[in-house]
C-alpha cells in the first residue's frame, strides 16, 4: 500500500495568479506554491459552469418569472438526463418552482451580460422581469414556464423536478429534463459564461479538442 506523503507548509507569499485570492487568515503555502484558500469561498473555484437564467411559474396563468442561477451541477447524462440546482428560499421563483414542479433552463449569449446579472438583482415580487428585460416568452412543449426567447439566448431546456429530498437542507433540486432547444449554429458565432462567483466573470474561449483521447468514453461522442 502507498505510504501518504505529507504536504510540507511554508508560510512564503506567492501569488503569481492574476486570479484574485480572498484575504485568508492563515497564508500558507505549500511547496507547489499552493496558497491556501478560505473553504467558504471554494464556490469560486468551483462554480464555472455556464450561468443560467431559469423561468419558472406559468405562461397560462401569467405567473411566470425569471431568475439567475451560477449554482447547477450535471448528475447523469441520460435515460434520465438529470440537472442540479441550488435555488433558494430568498428567490420568489422559489415557490413558483415549488408549486409548478416544472421550470426552463436557460442558457444566455454573453452578448447579454448585464442583462444576466440585472435579473438576479430583482425581484419577480416587483418587476415584470420578461417585460423590463425584453425577452419574448414562449409557450415551452412540457412545462407550464416559458422559453426564453431572443437573440441572446443559446438554449432552452425544460425540465421537471424529479427530486425534491434535499429542498429543505440544501436547497438543492434535481430536475429532470424533459426536451431541449438550442439555437442553430450557436457554437460559431456565440459564447457562454460562467460566474466566478463574486459579479466578474469568464467568456468561454479556445476550444481544445481532445476527442481522440477520450478512448473509453466514445459513447459521448457524435
Ligand atoms: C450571477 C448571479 C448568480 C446567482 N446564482 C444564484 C443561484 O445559484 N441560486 C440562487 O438561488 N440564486 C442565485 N442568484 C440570485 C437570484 O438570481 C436573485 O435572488 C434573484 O433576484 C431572484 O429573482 P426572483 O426573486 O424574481 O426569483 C444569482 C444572482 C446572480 C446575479
Redesign the pocket.
Known amino acids: 500500500m502507498p505510504r501518504k506523503r505529507k504536504a510540507s507548509l511554508s508560510t512564503s507569499e506567492p501569488s503569481t495568479s492574476s486570479h484574485k485570492v480572498p484575504n485568508t487568515t492563515t497564508t500558507t503555502t505549500n511547496s507547489n506554491s499552493f496558497k491556501s484558500y478560505p473553504a467558504s469561498k471554494i464556490y469560486r473555484l468551483v462554480?464555472p459552469g455556464p450561468?443560467?437564467l431559469?423561468s419558472?411559474g406559468s405562461l397560462t396563468q401569467k405567473t411566470h418569472?425569471?431568475?439567475?442561477?451560477?449554482?447547477?451541477m450535471m448528475l447523469q447524462h441520460d435515460t434520465p438526463a438529470l440537472i442540479n440546482?441550488?435555488?433558494?428560499p430568498?428567490?420568489?421563483?422559489?415557490n413558483?418552482l415549488s408549486s409548478t414542479g416544472s421550470c426552463v433552463l436557460a442558457i444566455p449569449d454573453v452578448s447579454i451580460a448585464e442583462s444576466?446579472?440585472?435579473?438576479?438583482?430583482?425581484?419577480?415580487?416587483?418587476?415584470d422581469?420578461w417585460t423590463k428585460f425584453g425577452f419574448e416568452a414562449i409557450p415551452a412543449a412540457k412545462v407550464e414556464a416559458p422559453l426564453v426567447g431572443g437573440e441572446g439566448i443559446i438554449a432552452n431546456i425544460e425540465c421537471v423536478v424529479h427530486d425534491r429530498g434535499m429542498v429543505d437542507k440544501y436547497?438543492l433540486w434535481v430536475l429532470r429534463a424533459v426536451r431541449a432547444w438550442v439555437r442553430e449554429g450557436f457554437g460559431e458565432r456565440m459564447k457562454m459564461f460562467h460566474?466566478r462567483?463574486d459579479?466578474r466573470?469568464t467568456v468561454d474561449g479556445e476550444v481544445l479538442d481532445l476527442r481522440s483521447r477520450m478512448v473509453k468514453w466514445r459513447e459521448f461522442q457524435d
Open positions: 462554480e450561468i443560467l431559469v419558472t418569472n425569471l431568475m439567475t442561477l451560477g449554482f447547477h440546482i441550488c435555488l433558494g430568498w428567490d420568489a421563483s422559489f413558483l444576466v446579472v440585472d435579473i438576479g438583482n430583482c425581484s419577480g415580487d416587483e418587476v422581469k436547497n460566474h462567483g459579479g466573470f
